[in-house]
């Protein structure tokens, strides 16, 4: 069965990083739009960062900018999301799936997993 396995989440001060990995089976990342997603309690899930299956453009949400670097290892058939500087705002679970092209609708990715959980706490 094709989908992504993430991992990297916990707990983490405000103020602190955490590095997410994503690692697909079933089919190469190098293929796909590769997007990160995440979703709070009682909120719906929204996206956070995107790459291009090309790796041309990387795409940030503005929450994101400045503090998120998503990556790609195609070697590894991983993707990973580098965040710093973390607020208790970024709580949520998150996720990353596949499509064509970044900015599709959310319709359009697949292979999701199940998730990471990020809590960031004092």
């Known amino acids: 069965q094709a989908q992504f396995v993430e991992a990297g989440g916990g707990l983490v001060q405000p103020g602190g990083s955490l590095r997410l990995s994503c690692a697909a089976s079933?089919?190469?990342?190098?293929?796909?739009?590769i997007a990160w997603f995440r979703q709070a309690p009682g909120k719906e899930r929204e996206g956070v960062s995107c790459i291009s299956s090309s790796d041309t453009n990387t795409y940030y949400e503005v929450f994101a900018k400045g503090r998120f670097t998503m990556s790609r290892d195609n070697a590894k058939n991983t993707v990973y999301l580098q965040m710093n500087s973390l607020t208790p705002e970024d709580t949520a679970v998150y996720y990353c799936a596949a499509s064509t092209l970044c900015g599709w609708p959310l319709e359009s990715f697949r292979y999701w997993g199940q998730g990471t959980p990020v809590t960031v706490s004092s």
């Open positions: 079933g089919f190469t990342v190098d293929s796909y739009a």
